[in-house]
């Protein structure tokens, strides 16, 4: 197709930008519109620096729009390059891959791992995953959703992966990424629960430790495929160690603090961090865990999947297993509603310095009530909503846990946050925004 530049003008765009505005900065709308011509031509003439820090945010989201829409757009030609090689090379879907990756490597001037990267994400979108693609297409989710959508289902069936893409979508303009895996490990789980347990075990099974240097001369222990219940008992235990010795005398952070019990634990050396403070019997316990599982999968009626606190969604086989022993340490247990995933009951199995508001609250609220912190709520601070000293009483509608950055938030830089009557909460920015966190389940 010839085009005739000559032919073509602005004007009407123009036009149209001007009357969008209405004498305005930026026209009403913005961060909402569709992405395309019109919506560039709008971004293009706006001039941050004449904005107010609130109108800065609305273009921050328009321009995250449009860079979505032409992300989806170079994912489109890598699919159409990979199409006209496909069809070259017919017979030899390695080679016609082989081929592509080598095209877009050249043609962008990247590594042959990132070529394949792109690449495989390209043809995911395309054609594995239409309705994906088209949401980024339209500026709904940004490239690292789709990213985390299309990785957290390639282990699916085609058709599987469709299925959980269309539920999880809706959600995920509202949901960071962090959100949006933990959400798909639970819907994948749901879906095929049988093939989730193969998977685990077959996973588990490879487990193993790896001692890695770093380029600064330090170095990295990690434990890999390990079972979440154990890993989330020794990673709680460690922390409730540090907690113990973050006294107003000790210098060394929370984090050295972890570091410095972990190494002491394995290496048996409890004096190195006064880990030796645990030998009052209270902390010879292992650490413990809270696990979250509906009643029908508990009673083993159903194979919902668990959810392992500070860990995630795990099958419904470990979630049991994990609540039959509680006997070993201290526990705290919330049962939902299957149906609605509300907590219908919640308590410990052993007496702790833990009110049962404090349950109830804990149960209520899974999480940081921060719109997106996946913090778990046994990790954050219980806040009043309405300060303690303004009036606020200590009652479960007018607490909610939050972590220590999000809590400083609101005390420190000029956040506020209520609880709105469907109990979620809404908080409002420094500069007027608001935003809603939305209901994870617990």
Request: a negative charge; one cysteine or more.
């Amino acid at each position: 197709m010839k085009v005739d530049f000559e032919d073509v003008t602005f004007e009407d765009e123009l036009d149209a930008v001007e009357a969008a505005r209405g004498g305005a900065d930026i026209p009403a709308g913005l961060d909402v519109m569709a992405p395309g011509p019109f919506l560039a031509a709008i971004l293009s003439s706006i001039d941050m620096t004449e904005l107010s820090g609130r109108d800065r945010v609305v273009v921050l989201r328009a321009r995250q729009r449009m860079a979505s829409h032409y992300q989806a757009n170079v994912y489109a030609d890598m699919a159409a390059v990979a199409d006209v090689l496909e069809a070259d090379f017919a017979g030899d879907l390695e080679i016609a891959t082989m081929a592509t990756s080598a095209e877009i490597r050249a043609a962008l001037n990247l590594t042959r791992r990132a070529a394949d990267v792109e690449l495989d994400l390209a043809v995911t979108l395309r054609r594995r995953l239409p309705a994906v693609w088209s949401a980024l297409n339209a500026g709904d989710v940004d490239v690292r959703r789709a990213r985390t959508i299309a990785y957290g289902t390639e282990h699916l069936t085609q058709d599987a992966a469709r299925q959980v893409a269309a539920v999880i979508l809706p959600e995920a303009v509202s949901l960071t990424t962090g959100q949006i895996a933990a959400r798909l490990r639970k819907l994948c789980i749901d879906i095929d629960p049988a093939d989730a347990t193969d998977r685990y075990e077959t996973a588990v099974q490879d487990r193993h430790v790896e001692l890695r240097p770093d380029p600064d001369g330090t170095a990295q222990l990690v434990g890999l495929a390990l079972p979440p219940d154990r890993a989330s008992q020794a990673a709680n235990r460690i922390n409730r160690i540090a907690q113990q010795l973050k006294t107003q005398h000790e210098s060394r952070t929370i984090d050295q603090l972890r570091a410095d019990v972990f190494l002491d634990l394995l290496c048996n050396n409890p004096h190195k961090s006064e880990t030796d403070k645990e030998t009052n019997g209270r902390s010879r316990r292992a650490g413990g865990v809270m696990i979250t599982v509906d009643l029908k999968t508990l009673t083993g009626l159903a194979d919902h999947p668990g959810d392992l606190a500070g860990y995630g969604p795990v099958i419904a086989d470990l979630a049991r297993q994990t609540a039959d022993q509680q006997a070993s340490g201290i526990w705290e247990w919330v049962v939902t509603d299957p149906d609605t995933g509300q907590p219908i009951a919640a308590g410990t199995t052993r007496r702790r310095p833990t009110a049962q508001q404090q349950r109830i609250i804990r149960a209520n609220n899974p999480h940081c009530v921060m719109a997106g912190c996946r913090i778990h709520a046994t990790h954050s601070d219980l806040d009043h909503t309405v300060d303690y000293a303004k009036g606020g009483p200590t009652v479960p509608n007018n607490i909610a846990p939050t972590c220590r950055h999000d809590h400083r938030l609101k005390h420190q830089c000029g956040w506020t946050y209520q609880q709105q009557p469907d109990g979620t909460h809404q908080w409002t920015s420094h500069l007027g925004h608001t935003y809603t966190n939305q209901p994870q389940p617990p």
